[in-house]
């Protein structure tokens, strides 16, 4: 059974920075293109960015080169780091992962427990 936990969260001052670390255990990590969303009560769960299985990246525009995401296959982890934090995010970050290979394969989604952050003074 494919199991994701994230880590890394906390309470951090307005312009600081975090790094979320999620681990990937069960399934073949190599597989799993991977992202992080997030969560604040009462509205959708969003993408945050994502990574692929080659290591391409995407970006919500509101990251705006603050954020970074990157992959560590001898690890199965896939990591978040956080700069210039600010109020507004605020939320919780899940982990995410969709196994597929070329030949058709598919395997997921798969979502961690989430791990709290909260910007504040």
């Known amino acids: 059974q494919v199991h994701l936990v994230e880590s890394g969260g906390g309470l951090v001052q307005p312009g600081g920075s975090l790094r979320l670390s999620c681990v990937v255990t069960?399934?073949?990590?190599?597989?799993?293109?991977m992202a992080w969303y997030r969560q604040v009560p009462g509205k959708q769960r969003e993408l945050v960015a994502d990574?692929?299985?080659?290591?391409?990246?995407t970006y919500s525009s509101y990251t705006e080169g603050r954020f970074t995401i990157a992959r560590d296959n001898a690890k199965s982890t896939v990591y978040l780091r956080m700069d210039a934090l600010k109020p507004e995010d605020t939320a919780v970050y899940y982990c995410n992962g969709n196994g597929y290979t070329s030949g058709g394969y598919t395997e997921g989604p798969y979502w961690g427990q989430g791990t709290q952050v909260t910007v504040s003074s």
């Open positions: 069960g399934g073949i990590f190599r597989i799993y293109a």
């Open positions: 990574i692929d299985t080659a290591g391409g990246v």
